[in-house]
């Protein structure tokens, strides 16, 4: 065994110490444990690492002290910091920006995946000379050629653009990068940071069909890895003149590609990148100010003029909610704009805020059918418009699947971003990995794409973070790695990732295997548990949200109302008109409860019978709202297969929960009594 390659171990768990010893030796390491600060600072007068594997807790003095004392005399041995719990951004920073770690884990540590997670610290036990070719991988680096539909091909094409405005930037960070490592060649820590940047580089352009800049890049990460700081011999020489030369290749390449692709002046740039949007519909500049003055942290505000233009952007842009200024509504219906707005697909449950100037316009029935979940009253307050778009988006009940990117280069999640976003899916950039933890509770994804190389953190284990939390256990994790080999793909499941991708990513690849994910995700199955026929929740998940609001009502002690409905003259319309005729009445009726009401109230179909729950109205509004679907539903015109034309009507029965009964589970019982009460008396009547 190579003496040189010893790494230190400094932990007062001896158990632990022998685990990690134990699998460093299998790899060709020695280890030398220390179990206190001060047997780790005599080791170092004696020999420097490759590495330092450092815990947090010690005795006498805790890990970030000996780190720091130990960057004071001017060691800069590349770290690897060990704690028990998921450091916060703080806490991250500081080791990173301040005490030059290279990499932050947490403990328990999986023995599978502790050398995958070192591999980019640690020297190629092979020999990288100038005389080994390139690996076939870097024949990858050509994306096939794949016929992708016209969206799609746009939405790449636009991507590609801004990629290639980007390589400059990045082509220069590498060489900044370069420069700092050759002028302190006995600092790994350097080395290691060119080799991110180069195999940044390398995934971007390759993703994006850059070809001869991912294989520069590919070279230069090569080299990089097989430089060995305290050599002074005529080979890493070499390699170094390798790297510059590849190096003035890929600047050449990148400078041509940028300028000749320029994309048109933007007249507003987007200052962050906010996990929510709303779409606000005004032309009052009292509006606009504080639509375009709303904390990015809330969400991105983007303001038209009309509801023509409102729907347009629907169509092309996802959006958490809308904010409706009614004197923007003289020429057209928002009974009929709401309508437009939920029958575009994915806008099915789109909460709405409307702002009145005259707080009479509507009474609550009306507001409760047109789908008003909050009102804002003129003159406008900045504050009070802050607090009502993030209620606007605590309501948003999405129906498309939710991505989230982590990924410390946005350019490659730039492209994930759009790719899919044409697909009709929501995408969320995450660049700081950091911040997932944040990131999941403000998005609530469905699925999450998470790179396994970034800079001091292990996409490992940022996902064995993610699966300790009991809210996001079943959550989808694809893994986006370099390494597709066996023991690549090994390592991606042995962290609990449901499936990976491999860089460079393939457009083609990239949707079928996301999509894969959707189409078998918990979450999504959960949440999308819909009738298709009328687009209404089914029994099971009805019956979750039936037990949630009236739990809720109950603790707040709130009005909940259970509104029960029933085609009239089922038989009958089977007889004469035929099986497929209900089919259509079904689906109308579906139709305008998914338009009409707020996001906040479910609505159900169980068999024949139809569901609306109603919470914080008074019995008298619900009825009253009850009253405008009925006769919106009556105006609505039938055709049988013979060609006859008919109509229909239901009957309905409502309870409210503290003015009927006191128990939440008997609402809906009393509800269908008052139903068959109802279908009696027009029994009676006919």
Known sequence: MDTDQWILVLDD????????????????YLAFEA??????????KLRQPLLAIVDYRLPEMDGLTWISRLRETGNDVPIVFLSGTFCDAQTFNKLRNILNVSLILQKPIVPELFMEQLESLLPKRQNYGSQQPLTPDVALYTIPEVRLPPQQEQALAE???????????MVQALAEAIQAAREHGNNRR???????????????????????IAEDAARIE????????????????????????????????????????????????KKSKSAHAVLVITDSDDIIDASLS????????????????ALVMLKTQHFDGVIVDHDVCADQSILDFTKNMRLLSGHEYLPMVLILTDKDAYGPSELLYLGCSLLIERPLILAIFEESVQLLISLYVPCLPRVL???DDPVLSGLIRKVLSAEDMIVHELNEPIRILDALEEFNPDIVLLDVIMPGLSGYDVCRVVRADERWRDLTVLFITSKSDSAGRAAAFQAGGNDFLAKPIVTSELISRVKAQVQSSPLIRQRMDRDPLTGLLQRNTFETALSRMAASAEHAHQPFTVCLMEIKDLDKIEQDRGSASIEQVFASLGRLLQVRFRTEDAKARLASFFVLLVEGQTLETVQEAVQILLAEFQNETFQDARGGHFKSS?????????????DGTQVLQIALERLRNAEADFATAM
Request: net charge negative; glycine share 6%.
């Open 13 to 28: 768990d001896a158990i632990f110490r022998g685990l990690v010893s134990q699998i460093l030796t299998a790899h060709g």
């Open 35 to 44: 179990r206190s600060a001060r047997d780790a600072t005599e080791s170092l």
């Open 159 to 169: 991507a590609r653009k801004e990629c290639a405005l980007e390589l400059p930037s």
């Open 190 to 212: 350097l080395l290691s940071d060119a080799c991110n940047e180069a195999h940044k580089l390398k995934g971007s352009a390759g993703s994006f069909g850059f070809a001869r």
């Open 222 to 269: 090569r080299s990089i890895q097989a430089l060995e700081p305290d050599d002074r011999s005529t080979m890493q020489e070499i390699l170094w003149s390798e790297i510059i030369h590849h190096l003035a290749d890929a600047e050449t390449s990148a400078s041509e590609l940028a300028s000749g692709d320029k994309p048109p002046v933007k007249t507003r740039e």
């Open 294 to 309: 709303l904390d990015e942290n809330i969400a991105e505000a983007v303001v038209v003029g009309t509801l023509r233009h």
């Open 405 to 407: 990117t982590v990924d």
């Open 650 to 662: 239901f009957i309905f029965g409502l309870a409210q929960l503290f003015r009927d009964t006191e």
